[in-house]
């Protein structure tokens, strides 16, 4: 699998993600790393179109695709459990991510961490009050999925900056 053909995809067909993908997603999620294997996220995964249309307004730009998208997984993290909530929860969100890219599906995380609704809601708030979210826990990202109803070219050397990599020393 060439990982560098992964790319955000935001425009979605109508086909149903089966079954077994999201199950295969879903365990492949809770196996991800996180410090100490405490594991301090949580998911929620919705299919509802009315709750993906209520999530495609939960921020004033970058939302609208969930409306279209098949499902969603939120991914929540407990500080709570661990300092690393943050950082675990953001593997977890890409092990989302990749697993669905091998299983031929499109993604695109969705961050609404100091965003705002159309209205000036805060995002989280937002989200946290529709799905009944305890105020503890903290979003960390909304992952669309879906068949790719677009396509991007994979990317290549001339996209990277490697002047970004040091040897030994910065």
């Avoid at 249309?53 to 409306?67: D, H, Q, T, Y």
């Avoid at 826990?137 to 669309?144: D, E, L, N």
Wanted: charged share 25%; net charge neutral.
């Amino acid at each position: 699998m060439d990982f560098l053909s992964r790319r955000t995809i935001r425009k979605y067909t109508t086909q149903n993600i089966e079954k077994e993908k999201l199950d295969e997603i879903l365990k492949t999620t809770l196996a991800s790393p996180s410090g100490r294997n405490l594991k301090p996220f949580e998911l929620i995964l919705t299919q509802n179109k009315d709750i993906l249309n209520k999530l495609s307004f939960s921020k004033k730009v970058g939302s609208a695709m969930l409306s279209e998208a098949d499902t969603a997984i939120i991914v929540l993290g407990n500080p709570e459990i661990s300092n690393t909530w943050n950082e675990d929860s953001s593997i977890a969100s890409f092990t989302i991510q990749l697993k669905a890219f091998q299983l031929g599906l499109g993604s695109c995380w969705i961050n609404v961490k100091d965003r705002k609704t159309s209205d000036g809601i805060d995002s989280e708030i937002y989200i946290k009050n529709l799905l009944s979210i305890p105020s503890h826990f903290k979003i960390v990202s909304i992952i669309s999925l879906g068949y790719p109803n677009e396509e991007k070219i994979p990317r290549n050397e001339n996209d990277m900056d490697f002047s970004k990599i040091h040897i030994d020393k910065f």
